[in-house]
């Protein structure tokens, strides 16, 4: 064991082998990636494909979702023939086995024979298993419910329905996870049946309670009413949910862009400066569109959330003009209304997509509680009616509101989206006189109002301006709360040629391009 090569390749073994289980000790899906990229940099790619054959039969869950992720990092000529030939090869495990299919069609997005696996289906020895495992896991880590139910959703409804069966032979409280979770499933059938045992363990488990609970406030419109039938039936017999006190839930909301779109937080401080139950549910959010991206982390220091404010105060968040990001303290149930409206936007499309596997797995911290209020002071900014054609503007009140939400540092983003259109233009000339840079404005919003997406451009610019009015009115700026509403009440009625707001940024877009 002296030669100095032996022992390298003995290190890097194990020090590959080390990184590989951590994998499995990971508590979310970015802390997933981030470590599965790691692994692909620092080590050569035909020692992970043997290290991926040599860990396809392991028992945890969470880890063959790191081996999917790691199999993409991979040359496609490399891991898929070793992949195949483990899920054909019936003297492997059929751990193994299956595991090697699911990178195959999740991962890689291979199309696999059924011939080749046929021997395995339905076999509830192999699936019981898994189950047992991802339980176990879960206990510790709940995020690998999360893999679990998606790993589950990659096979057919009757993989779904026989998962269901079998959870009946796991104890109550062990049932509940993962029952909100398949509850949520895209597929309305799957969904229906894990909503009825959540209603037949409600009978005489809080926890079940809790889970519909949680579960009226997200699902789809239809099932949000079957949960709400059962949840009146069960009140008649005295069984009622009791929604805890949210005291140590705050909210922290950034500006709105142009689109519409922006940063949501809904932040639990811990009990104690030396506890580690915070948590931390980050949202990207449209009310137009519905939740574009969602992020949670449990138990989590003081020391890793940002500290509290009062309501209306700025927070700074990050270090340095690159990273830093400026959010507002606002009411937890301002913060809870905007991701309930976001929700139903969702819901609105003619064909929703996935909502973001976090939210699912982490959205009943938010949903917890008793339904959220928006005070009458904010609501209004949302249920104003637009201006219509009959009715007349005031042009001075709206270019003095435009005026005043140009120059504003929240509104700072806005100027470089008319930067980024300033930056399109060929014609561009840094030494424009003011003639000339009126005339091009002219010829931008010109331009602008012939687009097939011009009223969609513009509904969107008013659902961002009463977005922005809410966030004015948290920063007792009421002033610009009614600037910004009036702004969104004209959106679309006024021609875009003579927009006030839409001239300013683009005014300011040009000085900051140049």
């Not at 494909?49 to 790191?66: E, F, K, T």
């Amino acid at each position: 064991m002296n030669d100095p090569q032996i022992i390298s390749g003995f290190q890097e073994r194990r020090q590959l082998e080390e990184a590989i289980d951590a994998l499995g000790q990971t508590a979310t899906e970015a802390e997933l990636i981030a470590a599965t990229r790691e692994l692909a940099s620092r080590f050569p790619p035909e020692r992970l494909v043997a290290a991926i054959q040599r860990h396809l039969g392991d028992a945890n869950s969470q880890l063959r979702g790191g081996l999917g992720h790691l199999s993409t990092l991979l040359p496609p000529e490399m891991i898929t023939p070793v992949l195949r030939e483990l899920a054909a090869n019936r003297q492997n495990t059929p751990v193994a086995r299956m595991s090697a299919l699911l990178l195959l069609k999740r991962y890689l997005g291979e199309v696999v024979p059924h011939a080749l696996t046929s021997d395995l289906s339905g076999n509830d020895d192999i699936a019981m298993q898994s189950l047992l495992e991802a339980v176990e896991e879960g206990r510790h880590h709940r995020h690998v419910f999360l893999e679990y139910v998606t790993q589950m959703q990659d096979h057919g409804v009757d993989v779904a329905f026989m998962v269901l069966g079998l959870m009946s032979r796991l104890a109550p409280d062990d049932q509940m996870e993962l029952l909100r979770l398949i509850a949520q499933d895209q597929r309305a059938q799957v969904a229906r049946s894990a909503v009825d045992r959540l209603v037949e363990l409600a009978a005489t488990h809080d926890q079940a309670l809790r889970a519909l609970h949680t579960l009226s406030f997200t699902l789809a419109p239809p099932l949000v009413e079957q949960v709400q039938r059962a949840v009146r039936k069960l009140q008649f017999t005295g069984r009622r949910y009791q929604p805890p006190a949210a005291d140590a839930w705050r909210a922290l909301i950034s500006a709105t862009d142009t689109g519409g779109y922006f940063t949501l937080w809904l932040v639990r401080t811990p009990t104690h400066p030396t506890d580690v139950d915070g948590a931390l549910l980050g949202f990207t959010l449209a009310l137009h569109h519905g939740i574009i991206e969602c992020s949670g982390v449990e138990n989590m220091e003081a020391s890793q959330l940002p500290p509290a404010r009062r309501v209306g105060e700025l927070v700074m968040i990050g270090e340095g003009q690159e990273r830093r990001m400026i959010m507002l303290e606002a009411p937890l149930d301002v913060g809870r209304w905007l991701v309930q409206q976001a929700l139903a936007a969702h819901w609105r499309q003619a064909e929703p997509a996935d909502l973001p596997g976090e939210y699912l797995l982490y959205n009943d911290l938010c949903w917890q509680f008793a339904a959220p209020h928006l005070p009458d002071a904010y609501a209004h900014f949302f249920t104003t009616a637009p201006a219509t054609g009959l009715d007349q503007p005031d042009m001075a009140a709206l270019t003095n509101a435009a005026d005043a939400l140009v120059r504003h540092p929240s509104l700072r983003g806005w100027v470089g989206w008319a930067a980024n259109v300033w930056s399109m233009l060929d014609s561009q000339q840094d030494d424009a006189g003011v003639e000339r840079v009126h005339a091009l404005i002219a010829y931008i919003l010109r331009e602008l109002d012939a687009l097939p997406q011009r009223n969609q451009l513009l509904d969107h610019m008013a659902t961002a301006l009463r977005t922005q009015a809410l966030w004015f009115a948290l920063y007792s700026e009421g002033d610009n709360a009614g600037h910004a509403l009036l702004l969104a009440r004209w959106m679309r009625a006024l021609p875009m040629r003579q927009n006030p707001l839409l001239a300013g940024l683009l005014q300011a877009g040009h000085k900051k391009e140049r």
